[in-house]
């Protein structure tokens, strides 16, 4: 899926009341910047935003956060809100890279909705699954690890339920594909997964923890 260039991305992210500009001043305190002590959310290379705008507005007590680092596509995640308030949303732009700058443990689970796969083994380190990653991942978690994953990409699927249960993980679900599941998962499509669903490939999914 290609993402139109949006002339005014860096006005728009700048001005947005959505973005946090400097991040790693909340740090430890982000119940303090939500006003609440809600569990929080954050999806690591969120897109467009449509995932996590449509959970935000299904779960009013759960906060969510979400980041990206291509402008045009945050841009795009600021304009698909419109005119609507969402308190309990917030957009970090930002590498993922960096997130254990701006999060001490404070959260609760994380989404990796049809991250870039890097299915080239020399690109594995880029995963949002690899150990380097995982690693970080433990520096922000609040208590118990909760990552949620989905992807049409099948040498990502894989690859992730070695590297987590490599790193002692536990599998609460596990589809291979999410569409035909005939268990209740809550599903809010992505953009991506709209086009795959009309195309019927399937989506896989892990739902996996640490305690």
């Known amino acids: 899926?290609?993402?139109?260039?949006?002339?005014?991305?860096?006005?728009?992210?700048?001005?947005?009341?959505?973005?946090?500009?400097?991040?790693?001043n909340y740090k430890g305190k982000w119940n303090e910047l939500f006003s609440n002590n809600n569990p929080i959310m954050l999806e690591l290379g969120m897109g467009r935003g449509s995932f996590i705008i449509q959970m935000a507005l299904a779960h009013p007590t759960v906060n969510y956060i979400g980041l990206e680092l291509?402008?045009?596509?945050?841009?795009?995640?600021?304009?698909?809100?419109?005119?609507?308030?969402?308190?309990?949303?917030?957009?970090i732009y930002s590498d993922a890279k960096e997130i254990s700058n701006?999060?001490?443990?404070?959260?609760?689970?994380?989404?990796?909705?049809?991250?870039?796969?890097?299915?080239?083994?020399?690109?594995?380190?880029?995963?949002?699954?690899?150990?380097?990653?995982?690693?970080?991942?433990?520096?922000?978690?609040?208590?118990?690890?909760?990552?949620?994953?989905?992807?049409?990409?099948?040498?990502?699927?894989?690859?992730?339920?070695?590297?987590?249960?490599?790193?002692?993980?536990t599998f609460n679900k596990v589809s291979l594909d999410l569409h035909k599941d005939e268990r209740k998962i809550e599903n809010i499509m992505t953009d991506f997964e709209r086009e795959y669903y009309k195309e019927k490939r399937p989506i896989y999914y892990i739902d996996a923890s640490f305690k």
Do not use: C
């Open 102 to 169: 701006y999060f001490g443990k404070e959260i609760n689970t994380i989404y990796l909705t049809f991250s870039e796969p890097w299915p080239k083994k020399q690109d594995e380190r880029k995963r949002f699954t690899h150990e380097s990653y995982l690693r970080i991942y433990d520096r922000i978690f609040k208590k118990n690890k909760h990552i949620i994953l989905k992807t049409d990409n099948k040498i990502l699927f894989q690859s992730s339920l070695e590297s987590l249960s490599n790193y002692w993980y």
């Open 70 to 91: 291509d402008k045009n596509q945050i841009a795009t995640a600021i304009k698909n809100i419109g005119s609507r308030k969402i308190d309990n949303l917030k957009f």
């Open 1 to 24: 899926m290609r993402y139109n260039v949006v002339k005014d991305a860096s006005s728009t992210i700048s001005s947005s009341s959505y973005i946090v500009k400097n991040p790693e």
